[in-house]
DNA sequence: CTGTATCCTTAATGATACTG
DNA sequence: CAGTATCATTAAGGATACAG
């Protein structure tokens, strides 16, 4: 009980930290592709192409990159068959699921409140620069 | 009663499409350091050299760039004193607080999950490729 | 179908110097 | 203090071709 106390948040962990490991998992979970993948998965599995025509955009080597590094934080799961054609299924982990649920409140949070953003950024556009 | 029903998740954005406004300001709220400036300022008000010290490795190019996205995106407010030397402070705004809220429990699920996550890297990158 | 490899272009970032 | 402007560098991203 000396030195140092636990208290709730007397974490070891620090994103706003720059070396702190932490700061690259976020980045992972909040990067341009691995908030999207996240999210889509939360739903159920998906395959390879499925994920790609659920992430409107994305090509094929940013979602196979975004997904090796999810799957190395231990988030998503990867499970091949060895049919031919190839049959691979990607879904969440348990870890997966509990970051994919905040990530989720987080993005209809936004997509609710873009209204708001739209009138904000009109305002900001319309005003005089002093 | 006809034509569209207003169901609770049948928004007028989503994210997953390329072109929805939505997803810019998805990306605002979740780039690199549009993240955590945020977070930082969910405490409280802070001015602009204290948030630059705040959030660990940004540039003040950086800062100001994210903090103009966030203010036109109706998130952040600024409000400068017209003293010698001046002095700006930076605050969240109604909606910037809701977004904040998400993004933090977002980031201490990423921040308490990293023994998890560093413990599944290691088995990943120790594994034998088959 | 499920990817990898390569090349190329663009966008993000950082360092530095400077202004009000 | 609170930024802006410029330049140089780096990283991200996209297109295409190809392999298992």
Redesign the pocket.
Same mark, same amino acid.
């Given at each position: 009980m000396t030195g140092m106390t636990q208290e709730q948040d007397d974490l070891a962990y620090n994103v706003f930290a720059k070396a702190c490991p932490s700061r690259g998992t976020l980045e992972h979970v909040t990067? /341009?592709?691995g908030g999207l993948t996240l999210g889509a998965l939360q739903e159920g599995s998906l395959?390879?192409?499925?994920l790609r025509r659920r992430v409107d955009?994305?090509?094929?080597?940013?979602l196979?990159?975004t997904?090796?590094a999810l799957e190395r934080d231990g988030l998503v799961h990867?499970e091949?068959q060895p049919t031919n054609?190839? /049959?691979?299924?990607?879904y969440l982990t348990p870890l997966g699921h509990r970051v994919a649920e905040r990530l989720l409140a987080l993005i209809h949070c936004v997509e609710g409140s873009m209204d708001d953003v739209l009138a904000a950024r009109e305002a900001y556009d319309t005003r005089q620069p002093s």
């Open positions: 990067g /341009r592709w395959r390879f192409n499925e955009g994305v090509s094929e080597k940013m196979s990159q997904l090796h990867r091949a054609p190839p /049959r691979v299924d990607y």
